[in-house]
Structures are given as structure tokens and as C-alpha cells.
Nanobody, 125 residues
Framework: QVQLVESGGGLVQAGGSLRLSCAAS????????MGWFRQAPGKEREFVAAISWSGRSTYYADSVKGRFTISRDNAKNTVYLQMNSLKPEDTAVYYCALDDLVRPVAATERLFNYWGKGTQVTVSS
């Protein structure tokens, strides 16, 4: 059984930065692809970023490319999302997710079958 716990959310002014963390336990984190998704009020959950098990491949939504960076530390069973130049439209609950199958990383929500409970990020203008 996989457990994912996000942390690092909060309130920040536009232009500021936050770093989200997601700690994983239970299974073989180091050999699984990870992703970050977000859901704003009244909107569907959307893809933000994904990283392969090795960390060599990363993918980003166009809306965050150049501002957000996904990374991982397999020794700590943790994946990170560094968010810079935050905008009010980045306000959402951010979720980390794990793909429990060994396959190429992709920006597809249905491929991720374990999810954390989310952490709130609020960007004020």
C-alpha cells in the first residue's frame, strides 16, 4: 500500500515562491513515476508536472513551464515541486500522485493510481 503526504502549501503574494514536498511510503518509490496535479475551485483537476522514476525525464503543463520545477530524491522517498513567479491563477489544491506500473512517464491523470490528500496553495494579487 502506498501513502503519499504533501506539504509546503500556503499563502504567498504574486511573484513569490513555494516548494511543495510529497513524502511516499510503502512501496518501491524509487522505481515509479511521480506527478503533480492541481484543482482550482470550480474546475477539474489538471496536470502540472511529472517526473520519471530516474528523474531523467520531466514534463510540464504549458501554463507552468519555465516557472515550476519538479524533482525527486529517491533516497528520501520524496518528490518536490519548486514553484517560482507564482500567479493568482496558480491558486489550487495541489496533489502528488504515483504511477504504480513500470512504464514511460506521461502527463496523463488516469495513469496515476495513488494520490495524496493535497495541499492548498493560495496566491494573492
Amino acid at each position: 500500500q502506498v501513502q503519499l503526504v504533501e506539504s509546503g502549501g500556503g499563502l504567498v503574494q504574486a511573484g513569490g515562491s513555494l516548494r511543495l514536498s510529497c513524502a511516499a511510503s510503502g512501496r518501491t518509490f524509487s522505481s515509479r513515476n511521480m506527478g503533480w496535479f492541481r484543482q482550482a475551485p470550480g474546475k477539474e483537476r489538471e496536470f502540472v508536472a511529472a517526473i520519471s522514476w530516474s528523474g531523467r525525464s520531466t514534463y510540464y503543463a504549458d501554463s507552468v513551464k519555465g516557472r515550476f520545477t519538479i524533482s525527486r530524491d529517491n533516497a528520501k522517498n520524496t518528490v518536490y515541486l519548486q514553484m517560482n513567479s507564482l500567479k493568482p491563477e496558480d491558486t489550487a489544491v495541489y496533489y502528488c500522485a504515483l504511477d504504480d506500473l513500470v512504464r514511460p512517464v506521461a502527463a496523463t491523470e488516469r495513469l496515476f493510481n495513488y494520490w495524496g490528500k493535497g495541499t492548498q496553495v493560495t496566491v494573492s494579487s
